[in-house]
């Protein structure tokens, strides 16, 4: 089964930007569909924005379109969430997740396989 590590959180100011990233090992990134979600301090884990296994459909949750992009390059078997004009709302720890189920989804319990999570903080 395929194993996912979140790489590139850090310390942010509003306004800035991050790119976090989720390499694939275990399994080929290719064959699953992909997202993020985040939780913040005392909130429950949401979605943020999705990828499918083609890279030809994405999907944003409201507060990050326009501002997050998601992307993925199977070459190397990782996907990418390149975070502009992050907001201190935007402070959570965000993962990567996977599911073999086929369309769009933004539902946690679509996902069977999670990464570890990468901190992001954004500074006011």
């Known amino acids: 089964q395929v194993q996912l590590v979140e790489s590139g959180g850090g310390l942010v100011q509003a306004g800035g930007s991050l790119r976090l990233s989720c390499a694939a090992s275990?399994?080929?990134?290719?064959?699953?569909?992909a997202g993020w979600f985040r939780q913040a301090p005392g909130k429950e884990r949401e979605f943020v924005a999705t990828i499918i296994w083609s890279g030809d459909s994405t999907y944003y949750a409201d507060s990050v379109k326009g501002r997050f992009t998601i992307s993925r390059d199977d070459a190397v078997d990782t996907m990418y969430l390149q975070m502009n004009s992050l907001k201190p709302e935007d402070t959570a720890v965000y993962y990567c997740a996977a599911r073999r189920s086929s369309g769009i989804s933004g539902s946690l319990r679509d996902y069977e396989y999670w990464g570890q999570g990468t901190q992001v903080t954004v500074s006011s």
């Open positions: 275990g399994g080929t990134l290719s064959s699953y569909n």
